[in-house]
Nanobody
Framework: QVQLVESGGGLVQAGGSLRLSCAAS????????VGWFRQAPGKEREFVSA????????DYTDSVKGRFAISRDNAKGTVYLQMNSLKPEDTAVYSC????????????????????WGQGTQVTVSS
């Protein structure tokens, strides 16, 4: 089990950038794949991006491809989500989640499979 804490959210104008961080506690962070999800008011939770434990496998939802970049630093126990060219429709609470994985290439877009979640950080993009 890992404890996750997100940071980096805020208010930004359309076209701007933010970098979210997901800091994990525990020595076994490198054994976990990590995903970012978001939930806007009145909408269901949506997959954004995921990265395997090794960083060798990465997934993005279509709407953020070319604008967002996920990365991780296992030595620091942190996963990052660099968000560029932000749009008002990116406004949501962003949460990171972790799942223990045997494969170094494993990722998942299904939030149900993730076992550990952070509290979320608000991202608001004004038009």
């Amino acid at each position: 089990q890992v404890q996750l804490v997100e940071s980096g959210g805020g208010l930004v104008q359309a076209g701007g950038s933010l970098r979210l961080s997901c800091a994990a506690s525990g020595r076994t962070f490198s054994r976990y794949a990590v995903g970012w999800f978001r939930q806007a008011p009145g909408k269901e939770r949506e997959f954004v991006s995921a990265i395997s434990r090794s960083g060798l496998s990465i997934d993005y939802t279509d709407s953020v491809k070319g604008r967002f970049a996920i990365s991780r630093d296992n030595a620091k126990g942190t996963v990052y989500l660099q968000m560029n060219s932000l749009k008002p429709e990116d406004t949501a609470v962003y949460s990171c989640a972790a799942i223990r994985a045997e494969s170094t290439y494993y990722t998942s877009i299904n939030p149900i499979l993730y076992t550990d979640w952070g509290q979320g950080t608000q991202v608001t993009v004004s038009s």
